[in-house]
T-cell receptor, first 116, second 113 residues
Framework: EAGVAQSPRYKIIEKRQSVAFWCNPI?????LYWYQQILGQGPKLLIQ????????DSQLPKDRFSAERLKGVDSTLKIQPAKLEDSAVYLC??????????????FGEGSRLTVL | GENVEQHPSTLSVQEGDSAVIKCTYS??????FPWYKQELGKGPQLIID?????GEKKDQRIAVTLNKTAKHFSLHITETQPEDSAVYFC????????????FGGGTRLMVKP
């Protein structure tokens, strides 16, 4: 079974530039998550989708971050304009269930962003 | 929201020894407690989880214990091996529409051969 696919694996940009990350979850997984992991810290949830609807985006800095999951499968996360503090690994995860029955989250390998 | 605290932040053990990592959580309604292992350059991977209706769960060399009264849970790894070296994260669900997981700050485990 193919895992969660993410691209690009690495991206270096200058502050105020924009960047986009792509995620393809495991086939059949209704729930998709984007996490931000700053070096030395645990993953922090940015946004959760169930199918193509947003379940929670309360921790997404909406002035610069946006995410979409148009057809309920792939998702993109965009940052515009980037700040130095956005340097982190952006992890995409998916799960079969949701809510009380979420169960295991399957993570991709992440996209490492460096903002200079 | 849920607050998850994890300690120690780093742990170094000799191969064959045991390792214990502890987490505390704040939301008494939380009922699911997973542990994830993250190797360098990879995403976290679930290694064991426990639900609030049991106090302990074991899977070969790893076990998790839960104390709901004290609101803490622990990961126990016995007979550690070099391949156990990684960063371990505990998590607990944040009450809300999606029951999203809040992760602890992580423990870097180093097993010395």
């Amino acid at each position: 079974e193919a895992g969660v696919a993410q691209s690009p694996r690495y991206k270096i940009i200058e502050k105020r530039q924009s960047v986009a990350f792509w995620c393809n979850p495991i086939s059949g997984h209704a729930t998709l998550y984007w996490y931000q992991q700053i070096l030395g810290q645990g993953p922090k949830l940015l946004i959760q989708f169930q199918n193509n609807g947003v379940v929670d985006d309360s921790q997404l800095p909406k002035d610069r971050f946006s995410a979409e999951r148009l057809k309920g499968v792939d998702s993109t996360l965009k940052i515009q304009p980037a700040k130095l503090e956005d340097s982190a690994v952006y992890l995409c995860a998916s799960s079969l269930g949701a809510g009380e029955n979420t169960g295991e989250l399957f993570f991709g390998e992440g996209s490492r962003l460096t903002v200079l | 929201g849920e607050n998850v605290e994890q300690h120690p932040s780093t742990l170094s053990v000799q191969e064959g020894d045991s390792a214990v990592i502890k987490c505390t959580y704040s939301d008494s309604a939380s009922n699911y407690f997973p542990w994830y292992k993250q190797e360098l350059g990879k995403g976290p991977q679930l290694i064991i989880d426990i639900r609030s209706n049991v106090g302990e769960k074991k899977d070969q060399r790893i076990a998790v214990t839960l104390n709901k009264t004290a609101k803490h849970f622990s990961l126990h790894i016995t007979e550690t091996q070099p391949e156990d070296s990684a960063v371990y994260f505990c998590a607990a669900p944040r009450r809300g529409a999606g029951n999203m997981l809040t992760f602890g700050g992580g423990t870097r485990l180093m097993v010395k051969p």
